[in-house]
């Protein structure tokens, strides 16, 4: 049944991105609700499969890849409620559709049965540490999305389009409070990843390739802030770095477990 629902969750979230493709050059107001819809069907779609999951295991599915790319698309689905209000047009929901149907596409080709938990998986610091990590990445997802709108904006800014695009400084704005958003969860991450790892190796940090990566998603993040608040840092540098940054979250949370092997590849 979970993977039927997530199944589904994968065809709404493509019609939503049909829709939304076809909203840009034929405004539509019933076809702009039924591509919400889609969305709001494919997040409750994913939400049931997740529910479903840890029913089935009697723990939260933190444990595998398969399981937090799952969550993944679940956070970003979560937080584009949250701000889509702001975004006139569809071109947001473009993206963030986009963004998690490529998500869910890998998640397709992982190994997605349950297992029992190893006991170092067995804690309650490993739970807080994945949660905030899908808060974390689905803000920097936001972010990225946004970043691409604004650069999107600069070079056809003078063009005559059929579909409307916010203004830069609404985009900037978001952009920005997204990027802070997951600065916090992501410094949240590390913070419950160091209890972790005390309660089940003994110590707080040991430049596992996950962990290393981990911090330099963080600092790329806290120099984004630290520039914006010190330097000005808005536009187009803003932009940049909420996609440049993304691309170290991506890395961290795929590449990491792929291709560099360590005490927190999954299994």
Avoid at 63 to 87: M, N, Q, S
Wanted: hydrophobic share 55%; charged share 10%; with cysteine.
């Amino acid at each position: 049944m979970e993977a039927k629902y997530v199944l589904a969750a994968y065809f709404f979230l493509l019609i939503a991105l049909l829709l939304s493709l076809i909203l840009l050059w034929q405004p539509h107001r019933p076809l702009g609700r039924t591509s919400l819809a889609s969305v709001v069907i494919a997040f409750v779609l994913l939400t049931l499969a997740l529910g479903r999951r840890t029913l089935e295991s009697g723990y939260l599915p933190v444990a595998t890849l398969y399981e937090f790319t799952l969550l993944f698309a679940w956070g970003i689905l979560f937080l584009f409620f949250f701000i889509r209000k702001h975004i006139p047009g569809n071109l947001l929901t473009v993206l963030v559709a986009l963004l998690a149907v490529l998500i869910l596409s890998f998640s397709n080709t992982l190994p997605s049965e349950s297992r029992p938990l190893m006991p170092a998986l067995q804690s309650v610091w490993l739970q807080l540490h994945v949660l905030t990590a899908v808060i974390a990445y689905g803000s920097f997802g936001l972010s990225f999305c946004l970043g691409i709108l604004y650069l999107l904006h600069e070079r056809i800014r003078n063009r005559e389009l059929p579909f409307s695009l916010p203004s830069p400084a609404k985009l900037d704005h978001l952009l920005y409070w997204c990027a802070a958003v997951g600065f916090a969860f992501m410094t949240l991450v590390l913070i419950t990843g160091a209890v972790w790892a005390e309660e089940v190796w003994g110590r707080w940090w040991g430049w596992d390739p996950k962990e290393t990566w981990a911090l330099i998603t963080w600092l790329i993040y806290a120099g984004f802030l630290h520039a914006r608040r010190t330097y000005g840092w808005r536009g187009r540098r803003a932009a940049v770095v909420a996609v440049v940054g993304f691309l170290a979250v991506l890395f961290t949370l795929f590449g990491v477990s792929l291709l560099l092997p360590g005490l927190h590849s999954y299994a």
